[in-house]
């Protein structure tokens, strides 16, 4: 037993610092990142904007995701809508537009998203935005 605790230990002290050299650190994730949506992958794109928006690998800036996501809603990506809806519901890296927010999430909604149709829902039923909606 003692043989082969000894051996397992011997080929993780050999193995293991070879493995973690090769873990991507969030810098490099969130370069590699911005690199794949310069050349137009919209689900990049999507995480770009995610990234930015939580701060992995960057600086927090939810001006840069609303960039992001509405980059990558114009592509079709529901995700993408569905957090632009988000950020202008709340104001948080645009003034707060429920009126956009809707429209938005009608948007994302549309392709059967049940998180989008929920908030659509919701955001329709509380009245603040359903008056421009209907015209």
Do not use: W
Not at 45 to 61: H, S
């Amino acid at each position: 037993m003692k043989v082969l605790v000894s051996a397992f230990l011997v080929i993780a002290l050999l193995f293991g610092p070879a493995a973690c050299t090769d873990v991507e650190t969030r810098e490099q994730r969130f370069a590699n990142t911005e690199k794949k949506a310069a050349g137009g992958n919209v689900q990049a794109q999507y995480t770009l904007g995610l990234m930015y928006e939580q701060g992995y690998g960057v600086t927090q800036d939810k001006s840069r995701a609303v960039l992001c996501y509405r980059k990558a809603a114009e592509e079709g990506h529901v995700q993408a809508q569905y957090r632009l809806s988000y950020l202008y519901s709340h104001g948080q890296g645009v003034p707060r537009d429920l009126q956009r927010a809707a429209e938005c999430y009608e948007k994302a909604a549309e392709p059967g998203d049940p998180e989008a149709q929920a908030a659509f829902g919701n955001i329709s039923f509380s009245g603040e935005s359903v008056h421009r909606l209907a015209k």
